[in-house]
């Protein structure tokens, strides 16, 4: 498998799907559905999923996306090595207009996601990861921010308006933490490019809005951690709801 090849198509392939999103942007015809789960779905998310898709077939290798159709586990439960995608991340920021949202595109490799690209349409940048490579944005190198729990102002990447129980009492114990907000995968993002301590995520997300920016994390140096272990979130479980998790930077402690 070659890795820095897979990487290239990865790219080619969250590059147009941004150059897709960004036409139903400026049109300002989203044509706004309601999915099952009645989180929002637009033209610019289907639109996206084709050309991903499009791109990423020809590698031969299992494709799971938001967009695309359902897979039985007991399909892919079999798959050593699996594309995980989120055609538009952040479809909500979208219809906002604010710009934050993205284009997340991982590959799996035994539960653990190996390769990641995160493409933010409106700016143009590209974040990427391989393992063992580093992680870059725009192609600089980039790295997470060393800090320790009991040091006074960490940046938190958390919601300002709707912060759950368990997301406040992680902040409690924490020394007059700043709080900062973003949308998407840009969250993880800023704690893999060390404007970001921590993200606790306590609160539903699903394995393909984190598989890409995970690795992109991991490789800056620092973690993406089940809540309260030291266990990475894996991926391609038969619910592929993730569990509660921590984003972090480097810990001095450790």
Same mark, same amino acid.
């Given at each position: 498998?070659?890795?820095?090849? @897979? ?13 897709e ?5 400026? %049109? ?8 099952? /789960?009645? %989180?929002? =779905?637009?033209?610019? /998310?289907?639109?996206?999923? !084709?050309?991903?898709a499009?791109? @990423?077939?020809k ?15 007991? !399909?892919?439960? %079999? ?23 993205t ?12 390769l990641?690209? +995160?493409?933010?349409? +409106? ?12 992680? !870059?944005?725009?192609g ?7 800090? /320790? @729990?009991q ?11 709707? =912060?759950?129980?368990?997301? !406040?009492v992680?902040? /409690? ?12 995968s840009?969250?993880? =993002? ?32 620092g ?17 592929? =709801?993730?569990?509660?998790?921590? +984003? ?7």
């Amino acid at each position: 498998m070659n890795l820095n090849s @897979l990487l290239e198509q990865a790219k080619i392939a969250a590059s147009m799907a941004s150059e897709e999103i960004l036409k139903v942007y400026h %049109s300002g015809d989203f044509e706004i559905e309601a999915k099952d /789960d009645q %989180s929002p =779905l637009t033209r610019a /998310d289907q639109a996206a999923h !084709q050309v991903i898709a499009a791109v @990423l077939e020809k590698t031969g290798i299992p494709i799971l996306s938001e967009e695309g159709a359902q897979i039985p586990f007991s !399909q892919r439960k %079999s798959w050593e090595t699996f594309w995980l995608i989120d055609p538009l991340d952040g479809t909500k920021e979208f219809i906002k207009r604010n710009g934050e949202f993205t284009v997340n595109i991982a590959l799996i490799h035994h539960h653990q996601p190996i390769l990641g690209v +995160v493409q933010t349409p +409106v700016t143009a940048d590209l974040y990427s990861a391989i393992k063992a490579s580093g992680a !870059q944005k725009n192609g600089q190198m980039i790295q997470c921010t060393s800090f /320790d @729990l009991q040091q006074s102002g960490l940046n938190v990447v958390a919601s300002r308006s709707h =912060l759950n129980a368990e997301t !406040q009492v992680f902040l /409690d114990n924490l020394i007059k933490p700043e709080i900062l907000s973003k949308g998407s995968s840009l969250k993880l =993002l800023m704690v893999a490019e060390g404007e970001a301590h921590l993200y606790p995520r306590f609160a539903p997300t699903m394995e393909w809005d984190t598989a890409a920016a995970q690795i992109i994390v991991e490789e800056a140096g620092g973690k993406v951690i089940i809540q309260n272990s030291q266990t990475p979130v894996n991926y391609n479980k038969e619910n592929l =709801l993730n569990p509660y998790f921590l +984003v972090q930077g480097k810990e001095k402690n450790f």
